[in-house]
T-cell receptor
Framework: QKEVEQNSGPLSVPEGAIASLNCTYS??????FFWYRQYSGKSPELIMS????GDKEDGRFTAQLNKASQYVSLLIRDSQPSDSATYLC?????????????FGKGTKLSVKP | GAGVSQSPSNKVTEKGKDVELRCDPI?????LYWYRQSLGQGLEFLIY????????KSGLPSDRFSAERTGGSVSTLTIQRTQQEDSAVYLC????????????FGPGTRLLVL
């Protein structure tokens, strides 16, 4: 069974703090990892993709990947109320860049002003 | 450029009726995916089309579900003899052939089966 696990939350952080979102996956051969943000009633939108071990930064967002531990995380610095959403971790377990994604159930983030 | 479009945005139907959901992918994207998201749940993979290859139907929950993709572009997901448990948001995504493989989602079709 190919699985992606996330804490469902809710994760509540004050405005300006760092929000840390975590995800583990079951298939060691996975190559492509994605973080999507989903506002209530909306479709998922891509935040970050990561393929290599280590950190990848884009603005206030940093994705971290550790393939040995089968662990991927997303850090959001200087959190804003507009970051309040559900964050979905998605993994391509097909060993390549194409094919369906396996999604976690998402972590709901609430940023309090 | 235009993103993934889906129609209708909302569909209410009676149990036992057939429904058709449409997806128009981003121009030039060869891969097209259908997912389903039930209330409070994660996304569930349904079917995947890549170019002219046979589709990956491994996620379809029953033989009441089928999909086709005409001319390598527009796709239609058909649900026959709908059941109340089919109520969900049906999301379509597309991606280009690249190392990235990032999938871009449409706005979804909200299906309610009464």
């Amino acid at each position: 069974q190919k699985e992606v696990e996330q804490n469902s939350g809710p994760l509540s952080v004050p405005e300006g703090a760092i929000a840390s979102l975590n995800c583990t996956y079951s298939d060691r051969g996975s190559q492509s990892f994605f973080w999507y943000r989903q506002y209530s009633g909306k479709s998922p939108e891509l935040i970050m993709s990561i393929y290599s071990n280590g950190d990848k930064e884009d603005g206030r967002f940093t994705a971290q990947l550790n393939k040995a531990s089968q662990y991927v995380s997303l850090l959001i610095r200087d959190s804003q109320p507009s970051d309040s959403a559900t964050y979905l971790c998605a993994v391509n377990m097909g060993g390549g860049s194409q094919g369906n994604l396996i999604f976690g159930k998402g972590t709901k983030l609430s940023v309090k002003p | 450029g235009a993103g993934v479009s889906q129609s209708p945005s909302n569909k209410v139907t009676e149990k036992g009726k057939d429904v058709e959901l449409r997806c128009d992918p981003i121009s030039g994207h060869t891969a097209l995916y259908w997912y389903r998201q039930s209330l409070g749940q994660g996304l569930e993979f349904l079917i995947y089309f890549q170019g002219n290859s046979a589709p990956d139907k491994s996620g379809l929950p029953s033989d009441r579900f089928s999909a086709e993709r005409t001319g390598g572009s527009v796709s239609t997901l058909t649900i026959q003899r709908t059941q109340q448990e089919d109520s969900a948001v049906y999301l379509c995504a597309s991606s280009s052939v690249s190392r990235d493989g990032t999938q871009y989602f449409g706005p979804g079709t909200r299906l309610l089966v009464l």
